[in-house]
């Protein structure tokens, strides 16, 4: 048998060496599929807006006031481009004019994204407050005397659906409520109002 002389021996030793460390290394198999949303995620959000509310029951439109924060979970991917994003917070509402109105409430929220092109998203969310507030009535005095006036407590529960805005790749929500009704019920009163509202939501 021909013996392989010692240089050819290290000239291939070295050959090999020399394009294994050519090579590129490859990436770990969990970086090759990307799983969920290429947007980082910020689950905590804060934010509000300001709108009008109509009675739907007699006379009176009140200026409207709303904040809200909470948490929102991860977007769950639901098939054919579209996902859900569940948001939990407070839900605070001050209504102003003839009367006063102070609610508050927990706000659940499913936010349906339903296009995207990974910077912004438009989504579609209906969401649901359960609650209490406090009504406050003014004082109306006439040459006849005053009469009126006072506060009560109502259990308020409120269905709502707003469009969104996803910006700046999720840092920031622009949304615009056009139907959001109130029904607020207590010993004193019972009543109903339709609000509409136009705000923004950061997200940290």
């Known amino acids: 048998m021909k013996r392989i002389s010692s240089p050819l021996l290290l000239a291939t030793f070295l050959t090999a060496m020399s394009i294994a460390a050519l090579t590129p290394p490859r990436v770990a198999a969990q970086d090759d599929v990307a799983i969920g949303p290429t947007t980082p995620i910020r689950n905590w959000y804060a934010g509000g807006g300001i709108g009008v509310s109509f009675a739907l029951e007699g006379d009176g439109t009140l200026f409207v006031l709303n904040e809200e924060g909470g948490y929102q979970l991860d977007p769950i991917l639901l098939g054919g481009g579209v996902d859900l994003a569940l948001r939990f917070g407070l839900d605070l509402t001050q209504q102003l004019g003839d009367i006063f109105f102070f609610t508050f409430g927990a706000r659940a929220t499913a936010s349906f994204g339903v296009w995207t ?67 607020l019920f207590g010993d004193d009163v019972s009543t109903s109002r339709w609000n509409i509202v136009a705000g923004a939501f950061v997200h940290f």
């Open 117 to 183: 092109n990974g910077s912004i998203t438009v989504r579609v969310a209906p969401s649901v407050v359960l609650g209490g507030g406090v009504l406050v009535f003014d004082e109306v005095c006439t040459i006849g005397g005053c009469f009126g006036g006072g506060d009560t407590g109502v259990f308020d529960i409120q269905f709502a659906t707003q469009a969104e805005l996803d910006l700046l790749d999720g840092m920031l929500t622009v949304f615009f409520r056009p139907l959001s009704i109130d029904g």
